[in-house]
C-alpha cells in the first residue's frame, strides 16, 4: 500500500508541476501571436502585465517566476493527496469500528 501512496503521490507532484507551466505557456504564447491580430494593443498590455507578474514572483527573471509558480501549485497538489490518503485511513479505521466494513 505504501508503494502505491507514494507513486500516486510523485504522480500528482508531476501533474501539479506540469499543468501551470503548460498553461503559462498558452496564455504567453497567445498574447504573443496575438500581436498580429486586430487586438495587437490588448495582446501587448496582456503580454506586459504577464511578464511584470511573472518578474515579481521570479525576482527578475521570467523562467525563475514560472518556476516558482509550477512548484507552490506542485507543493499544493501533493498536500491535497496526503490529505486525502490521511482521511481515507482515518475514515476506514472509523468505519472498521462502526461495524459498517463488516
Known amino acids: 500500500m505504501g508503494a502505491q501512496l507514494l507513486s500516486s503521490l510523485i504522480l500528482t507532484l508531476v501533474i501539479c508541476f506540469i499543468v501551470p507551466a503548460v498553461g503559462l505557456g498558452v496564455v504567453f504564447a497567445t ?31 521570467i523562467i525563475h517566476g514560472v518556476v516558482i509558480i509550477c512548484l507552490t501549485v506542485s507543493i499544493v497538489g501533493g498536500l491535497f493527496d496526503l490529505f486525502t490518503v490521511y482521511k481515507h485511513l482515518y475514515l476506514n479505521k472509523t468505519w472498521e469500528r462502526t461495524g459498517f466494513l463488516g
Do not use: H, N, Q, R
Open 31 to 61: 498574447l504573443v501571436l496575438g500581436a498580429w491580430s486586430p487586438l495587437s494593443t490588448l495582446s501587448e498590455i496582456g503580454k506586459d502585465y504577464l511578464v511584470t507578474f511573472l518578474l515579481t514572483f521570479g525576482a527578475g527573471d
